[in-house]
């Protein structure tokens, strides 16, 4: 009886963790601002371990948004993406003003679907490299983690735009920019197995 338990128990990990696969379809997102001395950040995305999109910012406001693949379809979509990025990378400094000694803030957000397929991102943020505060998107929850995250999460009560603005656009963060690259990739792919 127990091997044949061992062998359930095993088949059940399995199927629960087939979402770690490396080639299952993950999606991941994170950020960095500095803010001590002169003011910088950098935004990367990953599907599947494979980076899709970078973004990065000085203090002159120069920015660059970039695609691995650049087709015409790809830098118009670096558009809107470059839209929602220079809006957080600008915002999120403006939250971290009103605390006592932030100078380094990083964002992580993991993209999940829940079983009906919808698509939500889960927030986790880093204050000098100490994991500050937790924000579940689907649940509208957030977690503080240490009085730099209570902090962060008084600045996120007292702004709801740049709360509303995390929970609009994670559908698109998590569903549209991957779906386009992978279809991207797709139409690459078949068009080198055509030469």
């Known amino acids: 009886m127990a091997p044949k338990w061992n062998l359930l128990q095993l088949l059940l990990l399995l199927w629960v963790c087939s979402w770690a696969r490396p080639d299952a379809h993950s999606v991941f997102y994170n950020f960095t601002i500095t803010m001590n001395g002169n003011p910088w950040c950098e935004f990367g995305g990953q599907v599947r371990g494979k980076t899709f999109l970078q973004y990065t910012c000085s203090q002159r406001a ?28 600008e915002e999120f400094p403006k ?22 397929g919808r698509a939500f991102g889960s927030w ?11 924000f579940d998107l689907k649940n509208k929850n957030r977690t503080e983690l240490s009085r730099e995250g209570a902090q962060l999460n008084n600045a996120l009560k007292n702004d709801k735009y740049m709360i509303g603005f995390l929970l609009n656009n994670s559908p698109k963060m998590c569903n549209s920019w991957p779906e386009e690259m992978r279809n991207h990739q797709d139409e690459e792919s078949n068009t080198t197995d055509g030469d």
């Open 124 to 134: 986790n943020f880093y204050i000098n490299g100490n994991k500050a505060l937790q």
């Open 62 to 89: 120069k920015c660059d948004c970039y695609r691995l693949s650049m087709t015409r379809k790809e830098k118009e979509t670096c558009k809107e993406e470059d839209e929602i990025l220079k809006y957080l990378t």
């Open 95 to 116: 939250l971290l003003d009103d605390m006592t000694y932030p100078h380094t803030l990083k964002g992580e957000m993991t993209c999940q679907s829940d079983v009906n």
